[in-house]
């Protein structure tokens, strides 16, 4: 992906860099740590891993610029899952607070990014119209928000800890309990989708989806840590989840296993 709205990235990306004083180059892709687009054990990769070459497509200059998102386009309670929702009480669940940094390959923040989360409510069904689990809905939880990074490339959420579900792979499969994330950068094109797991979950080591990656330090890298430090006394426990564009440490992305 060209980050920097030019048809020739490479020039674009000396340039910049060149302008600020940064010579370093991106770090070269650990393609090892990526699942094969073709992983029986996760059935739905039969019908979709492509059978042929990859094609390159030119993105059109307005794919590649734009939006830049601001503090005013947000509502106050987007970061909040807790109250975002609510209705005529607070939503069903064990209370907590998800928190990390969005950083660059060398570890700077990376400021404005646009961060989406959605999930499973505490009993692991998602508000949507084609999730037909039997679970019952909760009225005070829509299970979804935003928040922008702030100059120290920091963001925060609150919300409930949401339960496994089975799913259609396996006869008695169950998905590990899950936030979906999304980052944007200058444009809608910059999109990255990752999932967050918790510590210590044991469906963890039964997930195709989450054993499809073959590298232990890349799936360790999508579990959140309990972080006692940063727990709201007699309130929430807290969760922490960096997320890290590109690089050796990179966080793993389901839709763009490079990063940024």
């Given at each position: 992906m060209n980050p920097y709205g030019d048809p020739k990235p490479a020039a674009a990306a000396s340039r910049v860099r060149a302008a600020r004083g940064d010579?370093?180059?991106?770090?070269?892709?650990?393609?090892?740590?990526?699942?094969?687009?073709?992983?029986?054990?996760?059935?739905?990769?039969?019908?979709?891993?492509?059978?042929k070459a990859k094609l390159?497509?030119?993105?059109?200059?307005?794919?590649?610029?734009?939006?830049?998102?601001?503090?005013?386009?947000?509502?106050p309670l987007d970061n909040d899952l807790l109250r975002n929702g609510r209705v005529d009480g607070e939503p069903i669940g064990e209370r907590i607070v998800v928190h990390g940094r969005v950083l660059d390959q060398d570890g700077r923040p990376v400021r404005g990014a646009l961060l989406e989360f959605w999930q499973a409510n505490a009993g692991g069904r998602y508000r949507h119209k084609k999730?037909?689990?039997?679970?019952?809905?909760?009225p005070n939880f829509t299970g979804c928000g935003r928040t922008l990074s702030d100059d120290d490339g920091r963001y925060c959420l609150r919300t409930v800890r949401p339960g496994p579900y089975p799913w259609r792979n396996g006869l008695n499969d169950w998905r590990p309990a899950h936030i979906h994330f999304s980052v944007f950068g200058q444009a809608f094109v910059q999109r990255l989708v990752t999932q967050m797991y918790f510590e210590g979950d044991p469906l963890l080591a039964l997930c195709p989806i989450y054993q499809a990656i073959p590298d232990a330090g890349a799936r360790a890298r999508l579990v959140a840590p309990l972080d006692l430090?940063?727990?709201?006394?007699?309130?929430?426990?807290?969760?922490?989840?960096?997320?890290?564009?590109?690089?050796?440490?990179?966080?793993w992305f389901e839709n763009r296993p490079e990063g940024l």
């Open positions: 010579c370093r180059e991106y770090f070269p892709r650990e393609r090892g740590i990526h699942p094969p687009a073709l992983f029986p054990e996760y059935k739905t990769t039969v019908l979709r891993a492509p059978q390159s497509l030119q993105q059109s200059l307005s794919e590649l610029t734009g939006p830049v998102f601001g503090d005013g386009d947000l509502d999730d037909h689990y039997l679970a019952p809905l909760d430090n940063a727990s709201l006394p007699l309130d929430s426990l807290a969760y922490r989840f960096d997320i890290v564009l590109r690089g050796r440490r990179q966080t």
